[in-house]
């Protein structure tokens, strides 16, 4: 790129050559070189908007895990509409596979990361915990309705479920929805009534 060419959107650039460099190489080739040589930007342009590689990761961190969690927030409001099981696959499924994979594979090498994330987002409302934590509280909700039986833990299910994400995603299949949405089913149909209690 030309000196003096502004690059709109320039972080999230950057944060989208993250997902890539992290899918394809790993995170430990993960490097402001790497990450600026495969932007096709000068090695500066990083250091320019971040005070350091690490400040650049936080960010990257920060920014992926707030837009799984604003993915997810919805899903409470979908209580008594649709399917038990379509509801939450929908949400574990908002955000796209690449991102998890990479924002997941960056945390397991990185492990500071989710403590600079809640510093940032708050406690239990950044990236997965957010998502676990508003599949509970649906959960409870159609419990309440009476579309999930009485003897169901809303909390553990939700956490089942971001379980099954994480495990589904890290495997980098290319049937990722196909496996979540089953793997859900399988989970939610059986606690799910077929019209509620009364």
Known sequence: MP??????????????????????DGPGKLSGRAITGEAGVATGLLYAHFTDFDGFLAAYAVDRSF????????????????SVSGNVADALLSTPPTTLLALTRLIVARPQLPDLVRAVLGDRTAGLEAVENAAGAYLAEEQRL??????????????AAVGVLQRITLDA????????????????DPVTTATPLG
């Open 67 to 82: 837009l799984i969690s604003a993915a997810a927030a919805a899903l409470p409001e979908r209580a008594g509409t649709g």
């Open 3 to 24: 000196r003096g060419v502004a690059i709109p959107e320039v972080r999230q650039q950057l944060f989208a050559v993250v997902e890539q460099v992290v899918v394809r």
């Open 146 to 159: 009476g579309r999930l039986t009485a003897g169901a833990d809303p909390g553990a299910l939700a956490l």
């Open 173 to 188: 299949a290319t049937d990722t929805e196909a496996r979540v949405r089953a793997t859900v089913t399988a989970l939610l």
